[in-house]
């Protein structure tokens, strides 16, 4: 039995167990990912965040991203804010910003301020066939197109930060039916890659109220990188300003998109909120 070292980390309510592939030998994640995520017999998170060795020479470091069902994820903009503020608590690097690789190309948070970072998020991803999904054609975007499901017809629009995102609005996020839409969207077929869900209202024209169902997790308290996917809907379609407050269960993100050619910016807290070890057995 060895002792897997670990911090426990949040970002506006969306948490993670954070490993160390720089500093100590790691197991093999896949089989183990569950048993770290269960929040009855194991740590408790929504993914784990993996520190590695950056391997294209634009990035600092590497960051992988685990679900508790042992996938791989492209980005996630929670996580990376709370893997930059561990590389700065950790003494892993002090710089004021950094290149950080993940499966959907090389990601600069920036410190802005005690507990807050910021993030290029990039260029929003439009056209159907990048995203991916079936819903739509050419360049795009993709805004309410009629999807049928089990529990009706519904409107959704879509749009990739890194990883793909299906947005559905809805009179009150509190009484949508998250639990039973966002599986069968997050497993439609129109989208060959699985999907995140977001079902949001827009409440003022610099505030939009969000939840969120993650590929291979469930709901959670907050995703940054559907906060920036609801944002750029919601600006596409003309509702909001092109800066606004997403407001999540677990806190707000302030999200920025200046013009249709800009990169999104995200702004949002990071916390540690524990370190332990976890017994695992050797072999």
């Known amino acids: 039995m060895t002792a897997l070292a670990f911090t426990k980390m949040h970002g506006a309510g969306n948490d993670f167990v954070v490993l160390d ?6 197991p ?27 391997a294209d020479p634009a990035a600092d470091f590497r960051m992988q991203i685990f679900n508790a069902d042992g996938s791989q994820v492209e980005m996630c903009a929670n996580g990376i804010r709370c893997f930059y503020k561990y590389l700065r608590d950790h003494g892993h690097t002090r710089a ?3 290149g950080v690789e993940t499966l959907s190309g090389v990601v600069r948070p920036r ?14 991803v439009l056209a159907p066939a990048k995203i991916p999904t079936t819903l739509g054609t ?9 999807v049928e499901l089990a529990g009706g017809r519904v409107a959704v629009s879509s749009v990739s930060m890194g990883n793909p995102h299906a947005v559905v609005f809805v009179d009150d996020p509190e009484t ?11 497993h439609h077929p129109a989208f060959p890659n699985r999907v995140n869900v977001e079902f949001v209202a827009v409440e003022s024209r ?9 590929r291979g997790t469930g709901e959670t308290l907050a995703c940054g990188s559907g906060a920036c996917a609801v944002a750029v809907v919601s600006m596409l379609r003309g509702a909001v300003d092109r800066e606004v ?22 702004t949002g807290p990071a916390a540690e909120v524990y370190s332990g070890t976890y017994p695992v057995e050797e072999g």
């Open 21 to 26: 592939g720089v500093r100590d030998a790691l």
């Open 28 to 54: 093999a994640l896949e089989p183990l990912a569950a048993r770290l995520a269960d929040r009855n017999f194991g740590i408790g998170c929504d993914q784990i965040l993996v520190v590695r060795p950056a």
């Open 96 to 98: 004021d910003e950094i």
């Open 111 to 124: 410190w802005a301020g005690e507990g807050l970072v910021t993030v290029d998020m990039g260029l929003p």
């Open 138 to 146: 050419g360049e795009g975007p993709v805004l309410d197109v009629p």
């Open 176 to 186: 949508a039916p998250v639990e039973t839409l966002g599986p069968l969207l997050e």
């Open 206 to 214: 610099t505030r939009v109220r969000q939840r969120t169902w993650e």
């Open 245 to 266: 407050t997403i407001a999540l269960r677990g806190g707000e993100l302030a999200i920025a998109w200046p013009e249709d050619s800009a990169h999104v910016s995200m």
